[in-house]
């Protein structure tokens, strides 16, 4: 990479961390380490929560979606103003007003310590194994910048964002995800605009070449469990996996349970409601454009450099016949794109019909360079992680590309900070105060918040080798989630019904993770569905087991 691509990456990033150590005041209490006091502001908290989903695995994977897919995984996020607008005036309240550190701790207030601790224990699980998703995301970029493996590349952001985390609470989390907001959307509409200018067709013919491949396709209105990106799915599976992300995951309720009252905290929510689905429609529209942009410049046969490096040294020749079979094929399809930029009323079937077939011999080319990448190093290739970072080091203008590393490698940090921030909040508070040293002093409880959080830096890490090789990064993420979130928001669900009980809430959260379980291992529905089939066992057994318990005593308030 360029020099001045590195300075700009140095000096981002000595300016996050000085900065965020700096606003790190008041950390000396466990109120001020884990809920800043109460004192962040609205728009704070706001883009705060925004930031910790724009991770490294937005930049990366959901603009590779884009790149791959198009546009239809933007549904999933057709339940997110419903979503804030019921957490408004349900969980937002119930949590803010009662003085708790973490969603769980409000648990053994409403039911009992099992409840809460069971609970907890889902949520651990499950963001411990998505943060180890987000920390992939700029491991590729190292990785692939370098030339390391990834396993050194992820080392080198997990343990200086570990000691960050370490050493700052959740208020200078907090202000370091907004410079991070600002950063990404900068880096966004700067490529978009790179993309726009280097492109030889009018933006409108751009649109119809991505849109004669699908890739412009948002809305599905079938009705399918087996299908996870259509309307229903996104607006019925995306507010339930909504609900339980903003209101019960403790990444999500830390920051707002930081907000000075809960006006503030609901304002912060509604930000996300109003603005969440346009700005990942701008992710996805970068990725639509990179697509685009190889229509006219020959993209790689294999975007992972490292698979690329191994089949040329163990297949030379056989992977040169394939670069030079791919890029004839590139060359009719270049010559059948520009016919569709130009064509006529009269000719513009012929000319897509025309283009569609040059797509489908290049996609069976690569096919077979994927094969090939598969066999030799006995891994999946997931060439949709690699896409974007491929072209930024490739094609980007110098100091663009460090832009959007410096966006890549900050967003990390700032989301794996807040991950692993809400990691080490409930494994001292739900778990270490409750059931180990519940009389010890602040000092103590913050020595060991820092301990819990470098143990699960270290899981994070572990993690982050095994999932960039699962495919899709924001797939990844939020099928990791799925699996426990709707049972998780079931809890939160029966906790605001009175005649819930403590052994009913228990449990419906078993049944409800043993049948999400058996959904996901034995059937082909959909991981956005898991969280209605979740929530609605957990409510139906825990309502059941409730009535039938006579001898459950009233809950207390």
Known sequence: MHPINWAIVVAYLTYVVVDGIRKSKGTDTIAGYFAANKSLSWWVVGLSVMATQLSAVTMIGTTGQGATDGLRFVQIYFGLPLAMVILGVTIVPMLHGSGVFTAYEYLEQRFDAKTRSFTAFLFLISRGMSVGTIMAAPGVVFSAVFGIPLVWAVTLIGVPTVI?????????????????????????FAIMAVLLVQMPVSPHDALTIAGST?????????????????????????????LSYFGTDQ?????YLAARSVGEARSSLLMSAYWKIPLQALVLLVGVGVFVYYQFVTPPLLF???????????????????????????????????????AADGGADAAMETFLARESDMQAIRGEALAMAEEVTGEASRDVNYI?????????????????IAGVIAA?????????NSLATTSVIDFYRRWVRPDADDAHYLR??????????????????????????????????????GSILGVFLLAMIPRARANGAFTGLI????????????????????????????LAVGMAVSVGDRRQPEPRS
């Open 164 to 188: 960050y985390t370490m050493v700052g609470g959740v208020q200078a989390v907090a202000w370091a995800d907004v410079k991070q907001m600002v950063l990404i959307v900068v880096a966004l």
């Open 214 to 242: 699908g890739r412009l396709q948002t809305f599905d209105f079938s009705f399918s469990f087996n299908e996870t990106y259509t309307f229903w799915s996104g607006l019925l599976g995306g507010t339930f996996l909504m």
């Open 251 to 255: 990444s999500q309720v830390q920051r």
């Open 304 to 342: 992972n450099p490292a698979h690329e490096e191994a089949v040329v040294a163990e297949r030379g020749a056989a992977y040169q016949a394939l670069q030079d079979e791919y890029a004839s094929a590139f060359t009719l399809r270049e010559s059948a794109a520009l016919e569709v930029a130009s």
């Open 388 to 404: 974007i970072p491929r072209f930024v080091l490739s094609e980007l203008p110098i100091g663009l590309a460090g832009l959007f």
């Open 412 to 420: 990390a940090m700032s989301s794996i900070s807040s991950e692993l």
């Open 448 to 485: 060991v918040s820092r301990g819990a959080t470098a143990l699960w830096g270290v899981f994070a890490c572990i993690v982050a080798v095994y999932a960039a090789t699962l495919g899709s990064l924001i797939e990844v993420v939020n099928r990791f989630g799925s699996f426990f979130y």
């Open 511 to 538: 049944v409800g993770m043993a049948v999400v379980g058996w959904v996901n291992f034995q059937t082909g529905v959909a991981y956005l569905w898991q969280n209605v089939i979740g929530a609605a066992v957990v």
